[in-house]
C-alpha cells in the first residue's frame, strides 16, 4: 500500500557513525517503499527537521560526510523527499535541497494527509515557556542576522556553532524538562489558527499520540522521535498512522 514517511531529530554527524548507518539502511530499505503519486503532495518522506546535529551554510557541500547523506537522498529516485528546517539546520538552503533532489518547506505547512487536513511542523515554536531559547530563535531566524552569520567564513561559523552547542548543553542542565516541552496553549493557537487540523511535528524528542480538544474539536499531535537510540518513523497510509521502529 502506497504511505508515507517522517521522520526528525537525526542529528547526523560524523561523530555518531551509528545512527548514520541506521539512516543509510532506512533510505536503501524502508524509503523507497513509499510509492508517489506525481499529482500528490504525500506519499514521500518529510524530514521535520535536524537531519543534521548542525548545518554552517550550502558552501559545506563537499564535506565528505555531508555528501554522504547527500548521495543517500538521491538515490530516492522514486521516493519524493520534503525537507524542513530545524532549530539545528535552520541555514539549509536551495542548494542542498537541489543536491538533495528535495523540496524545502515552510514551517509550518498544511498538507492533505489521505483526506485529514495534517499541519506539519518542527515544533520548536510551541516550546514556549523556553523564553530564553524563544527570543534566541527570533534572533537567529531574522534576515539580518543570517546574513551577517553566512559573510563569515565557514571555519568561523563553524566554530561559533559549536560554541552555541556546548553553551546549549550546559543551559539544558538547569532547565526543567517541564520547560521544554510543547506548551498546550501554544498548541491549541496553532491548531486553531489552521482550522483544527492533525498535527505532526519533532524537536523535543518525546514520541507520543497526544488529544488536544480545542473550542469543541478533538485533535490529534504526533510527536516524532529522536534517533539517539532508537531509528523510528511514523508511517501513514489510507488506513491510518503508527510507529515503525527500524531493527539495528
Not at 502506497?2 to 531529530?9: E, K, V
Amino acid at each position: 500500500m502506497s504511505h508515507t514517511l517522517f521522520i526528525s531529530d537525526l542529528h547526523l554527524s560524523a561523530e555518531h557513525p551509528h545512527t548514520m548507518a541506521a539512516f543509510e539502511r532506512f533510505i536503501a530499505e524502508i524509503a523507497p517503499q513509499a510509492c508517489p503519486e506525481p499529482s500528490r503532495r504525500t506519499e514521500a518522506l518529510y524530514i521535520l527537521g535536524d537531519l543534521f546535529e548542525y548545518w554552517a551554510g550550502d558552501d559545506d557541500l563537499d564535506d565528505p560526510f555531508h555528501q554522504r547523506v547527500i548521495s543517500a537522498l538521491r538515490s530516492l529516485t522514486s521516493t519524493h523527499v520534503y525537507l524542513m528546517h530545524g532549530n539545528r539546520d535552520l541555514l539549509m538552503g536551495q542548494t542542498l535541497a537541489q543536491a538533495c533532489n528535495a523540496e524545502l518547506l515552510t514551517d509550518p505547512v498544511l498538507i492533505d494527509l489521505y483526506g485529514t487536513p495534517t499541519l506539519l511542523s518542527h515544533g520548536d515554536t510551541l516550546c514556549t515557556d523556553d523564553v530564553e531559547y524563544q527570543h534566541f530563535r527570533i534572533q537567529v531566524h531574522s534576515t539580518d542576522f543570517k546574513k551577517e552569520f553566512l559573510a563569515k567564513s565557514l571555519s568561523e561559523r563553524k566554530a561559533y556553532i559549536e560554541q552555541l552547542r556546548m553553551r546549549s548543553e550546559l543551559e539544558k542542565q538547569d532547565k526543567s524538562s517541564a520547560i521544554m516541552d510543547v506548551n498546550d496553549d501554544a498548541v491549541a493557537m496553532l491548531l486553531r489558527r489552521h482550522h483544527y487540523p492533525r498535527l505532526i511535528h519533532g524537536h523535543t524528542h518525546r514520541p507520543k499520540r497526544h488529544e488536544h480538544l480545542v473550542d469543541g474539536h478533538l485533535c490529534e499531535r504526533w510527536v516524532l522521535g529522536d534517533w539517539d537510540t532508537q531509528a523510528n518513523t511514523l508511517r501513514a497510509d489510507a488506513g491510518g498512522i503508527k510507529w515503525e521502529i527500524l531493527p539495528d
